[in-house]
């Protein structure tokens, strides 16, 4: 079975304060893509981050960083320092090499507080 | 950049009636979806199309049919509007095989 579960349904933080959003997937395939979109309160799913699942190496972006873990199925998402711009709800999904699905979580609302 | 766009942001329809929503995107990629968003459900696929007239059903196509006559348009279709089909709808599109989609701004469609 292919599944992304995103266990946090809601994380409330006040600003400056680090956040991490999980992220585990279930996948048979030993070649697959991991996604990150951001919805912010106008609705439109914003990329983030694609990763393959021969790069395991962590990413930093700015104030976003990624850490991809193979042995435990998780593709973490860090927010460094938060913002009241960071509010809106977070999706990770999983797409297996060849497939055109992408399987998505059913997402984190993330509130920052001021 | 990429710019993917659903012609309306808020509908109200009558149960029973035909409805169309309308996305067009302008960087002639392959493929596009049609997801459905209700809250603790995530999206949920209801089509996708990877060319023109080719379809692929998805999870949830019950109730709901696709055209796509043009490469940069993506038509959903309800058929016969029903109340349980109230929810957001998000259309999306992407280049090729597992590379980023990217979405529209939504269509939230009410049901009365």
């Known amino acids: 079975a292919q599944k992304v579960t995103q266990a946090q349904t809601e994380i409330s933080v006040v600003e400056k304060e680090d956040v991490t959003l999980d992220c585990v997937y279930e996948t048979r395939d030993t070649t697959y893509y991991l996604f990150w979109y951001k919805q912010p309160p106008s609705g439109e799913l914003v990329f983030l981050i694609r990763r393959n699942s021969f790069d395991e190496q962590n990413e930093i972006s700015g104030r976003y960083s990624w850490n991809f873990q193979k042995s435990t199925s998780s593709f973490n998402f860090t927010i460094t320092a938060s913002q009241v711009v960071d509010s809106a709800v977070y999706f990770c999904a999983l797409s297996p090499r060849g497939t055109y699905k992408y399987i998505f979580g059913t997402g984190t609302r993330l509130k920052v507080l001021a | 950049d990429v710019k993917v766009t659903q012609s309306s942001r808020y509908l109200v329809k009558r149960t029973g009636e035909k409805v169309f929503l309308e996305c067009v995107q302008d960087?002639?990629?392959?493929?596009m979806f049609w997801y459905r968003q209700d809250p603790g459900l995530g999206l949920r696929l209801i089509y996708f199309s990877y060319d023109v007239k080719m379809k692929e059903k998805g999870d949830i196509p019950e109730g709901y049919s696709v055209s796509r006559e043009k490469k940069e348009r993506f038509s959903l279709i309800l058929e016969s509007a029903s109340t349980n089909q109230t929810s957001m709808y998000l259309c999306a599109s992407r280049a090729v095989l597992n590379t980023e989609a990217f979405f529209g701004q939504g269509t939230r469609l009410t049901v009365v």
């Open positions: 960087m002639d990629h392959e493929n």
